[in-house]
C-alpha cells in the first residue's frame, strides 16, 4: 500500500475494522515521502523524519518527509519541495506547504467566483474532518502567505520577467498588466501614417477611455503594516509616488459647479473615516473593450479627490503616442475645468504627450442627472467620432470587483494591491480571451445597422425642406469647428467646448 503511494502521497484511504470502514491516513500506515531521488531514499537522509502539513484539494494532511542530504549536490529543502509541486509557506525551515494544485484551484474559483481564502480553507477542513474531531493544524495564516506569494510570482512569469537579464526587480511600472490588443498602439496594431490621417478621420485611430470612483473598495485600518509585492507592477499606481502626491493636496477643496445635484459629485468632499485606511478606488479603463488600464487604479483616502484620479488618469496616459483621446467620466464637468492648471504643478510623470487632444464626455446613464448645459457638451451622441460609445464601461469592472470587497477590506495594505491587481489582470485575461467572437458579433451587428439607419435618415432628410437640411448641416458643422456658435441639437446659447489641448 505504502510503496504503491509513493507518488500519490495524498490520497484519502479507509481501513476495514472488521465491522466498518475507519478513516486513516498513509502516514499513519508508514508511508514516508523521499524528496530529491524520483521517490527513493536519500543515501544521506537524517534517521529523523520531518512532519509536513501539506494543504491540498482533498484537504488538510499530516505527512512523513526525508529530504535529499546529500553533502554536493543536495539543494535547499524549498526547492525540493518546489519541485514535486509543493509551495513552501516559509523559506528556510518549511513545515507547512499548499500543492501547487490547490493553489491553483483556490486562484481559478477566487477569480471568477472572487470565493474568500478563510473559506476555501475551511472546506479543505472539512473534507479532512467534517465533525472537528480531529485536531487538525489550523495553518490558514500560512496558507494566505502561499497564495500572497503564488499570485505574485504567476504574475511575473506570465511577464516573462524571469528572462530580464537584470533581473524581476528591474520591472517597470505597469509591466506586469495585460493591454488591451483592440485599443490604439502605435507600431504594434496601428497602419502606417496613421498621425497624418485628415481630422474627420482621426477618431479610427483615437483612444476611449472611462474613469470612474468605487467606494465598495475600502480597507480597514488594522494597524498592519505592510508593503505590495509588486508595487506598481499592474494596475495600481506605485504607492509611494501616489502617497507622496496625494499628501500635497489634502486641503484642496473641490467644488461642485454642476447645475445637478448628482451624488457623485459631492464625493470628493467626503469626511475621512478614522477607521479606514481607504475609503474607495479609483481607476480608469478602455471604454470600447472595458479593460483595465496599467498603473490606472489609485486608492481614495478621502472622497473622489481630483489629485487622486489626476494621478491615476495621467499615470496610465503619461507614455499614450496617439494623438486624440475620448475620455468619459461622471463629473466631467466639474473635474475637467481646471485640469489644465492643475497639470502645470504636477511632476514630469503626470505630463502627457504634448500633442494629444482630450475630448471630455459624460457617460450616458450618468448624463441624465447633468443639467442642460452639461447635456449639450458632453453628450457623446453629438461629439462627432465617438460612434456609440457608452462611457460607462468602468461600472463593468466595479460590478466585478465589489464581490471581491469584503474579504480585500479586513486584508493588510500590501496583500490588499497585489490581491485587487490580480482581480483586475484576471478580469482582462477573460476579456482578451473572449475579444475575438465579441468584436465579431459586435460588427456583425454594426454592419446591417449602418445601413438601417442611414437609409432612415435619408428618408427622413427627404420628408423635409432641401434648403433646412442643408442649413442645418452647415450648423451643426459650424458649431463643431467653433462651440461659440449657435448649437442647434439642444441649446442656441453658446458653450464651452468639451475639448482640452495639452
Ligand atoms: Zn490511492
Ligand atoms: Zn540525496
Ligand atoms: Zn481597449
Ligand atoms: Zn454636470
Redesign the pocket.
Known amino acids: 500500500m505504502c510503496v504503491a503511494h509513493q507518488h500519490h502521497p495524498l490520497h484519502r484511504t479507509e481501513v476495514w475494522t472488521g465491522g466498518y470502514f475507519e478513516k486513516t491516513t498513509l502516514q499513519s500506515l508508514g508511508l514516508t515521502i523521499h524528496l530529491g531521488h524520483d521517490g527513493d531514499l536519500c543515501p544521506f537522509a537524517l534517521p529523523k523524519l520531518d512532519l509536513l502539513t501539506v494543504i491540498h484539494t482533498t484537504g488538510i494532511h499530516t505527512v512523513s518527509v526525508k529530504f535529499c542530504e546529500c553533502p554536493w549536490s543536495s539543494l535547499p529543502r524549498r526547492t525540493q519541495l518546489l519541485r514535486v509541486r509543493w509551495w513552501p509557506a516559509t523559506v528556510d525551515r518549511p513545515k507547512t506547504v499548499t500543492t501547487f494544485a490547490a493553489l491553483d484551484m483556490f486562484l481559478k474559483l477566487t477569480l471568477q467566483s472572487k470565493l474568500n481564502m478563510y473559506d476555501f480553507y475551511l472546506s479543505l477542513e472539512h473534507l479532512s474532518d467534517n465533525t472537528c474531531t480531529r485536531n487538525l493544524k489550523y495553518r490558514y495564516k500560512e496558507f494566505t502567505r502561499c497564495v500572497h506569494e503564488c499570485r505574485h510570482l504567476l504574475s511575473c512569469k506570465r511577464s516573462a520577467r524571469g528572462h530580464d537579464p537584470s533581473g524581476v526587480t528591474a520591472t517597470q511600472a505597469g509591466e506586469c498588466a495585460v493591454e ?1 490588443p ?2 490604439p498602439q502605435p507600431g504594434r496594431n496601428l497602419p502606417e501614417g496613421w498621425a497624418n490621417q485628415p481630422e474627420h478621420d482621426r477618431y479610427k485611430y483615437a483612444l ?1 477611455l472611462a474613469m470612474d470612483a468605487n467606494f465598495k473598495l475600502k480597507s480597514k485600518d488594522r494597524g498592519i503594516k505592510d508593503v505590495p509585492l509588486g508595487d506598481g507592477w499592474g494596475y495600481f499606481v506605485p504607492s509611494v509616488p501616489f502617497k507622496e502626491h496625494v499628501s500635497l493636496y489634502v486641503a484642496q477643496p473641490e467644488m461642485n459647479t454642476c447645475e445637478s445635484q448628482l451624488r457623485a459629485v459631492d464625493h470628493a468632499n467626503l469626511r475621512s473615516n478614522a477607521k479606514l485606511l481607504v475609503n474607495g478606488v479609483g481607476g480608469v479603463n ?1 471604454s ?2 472595458a ?1 483595465n488600464r496599467r498603473i490606472g487604479f489609485g486608492d481614495l483616502q478621502r472622497g473622489e479627490k481630483f489629485c487622486n484620479m489626476d494621478f491615476c488618469v495621467l499615470s496610465t496616459l503619461h507614455d499614450v503616442e496617439v494623438t486624440t483621446l475620448y475620455l468619459s467620466y461622471d463629473i466631467a464637468c466639474q473635474w475637467f475645468v481646471n485640469l489644465p492648471m492643475r497639470m502645470e504643478e504636477y511632476p514630469h510623470r503626470l505630463q502627457v504627450n504634448p500633442n494629444l487632444v482630450i475630448i471630455v464626455a459624460i457617460p450616458k446613464l450618468h448624463l441624465v442627472g447633468h443639467g442642460p448645459k452639461c447635456q449639450t457638451i458632453y453628450s457623446l451622441n453629438y461629439i462627432p467620432g465617438s460612434a456609440r460609445t457608452c462611457g460607462e464601461s468602468i461600472e463593468q469592472i466595479w460590478s466585478g470587483q465589489n464581490a471581491v470587497a469584503m474579504s480585500t477590506r479586513e486584508m493588510s495594505p500590501g496583500c490588499r494591491q497585489d490581491t485587487l491587481d490580480d482581480h483586475l489582470g484576471a478580469w482582462n485575461f477573460r476579456k482578451v480571451v473572449g475579444l475575438g467572437k465579441q468584436l465579431l458579433a459586435l460588427l456583425r451587428e454594426a454592419v446591417p445597422m449602418k445601413v438601417l439607419h442611414g437609409n432612415m435618415l435619408e428618408q427622413f432628410s427627404a420628408s423635409l425642406k432641401p434648403h433646412h437640411v442643408s442649413n442645418w448641416r452647415q450648423m451643426v458643422t459650424a458649431w463643431h469647428a467653433d462651440n461659440t456658435c449657435p448649437n442647434l441639437v439642444l441649446s442656441t446659447s453658446p458653450g464651452n467646448p468639451g475639448i482640452l489641448r495639452v
Request: charged fraction near 10%; proline fraction near 0%.
Open positions: 488591451c483592440a485599443c476611449f478602455c470600447r473593450h479593460l
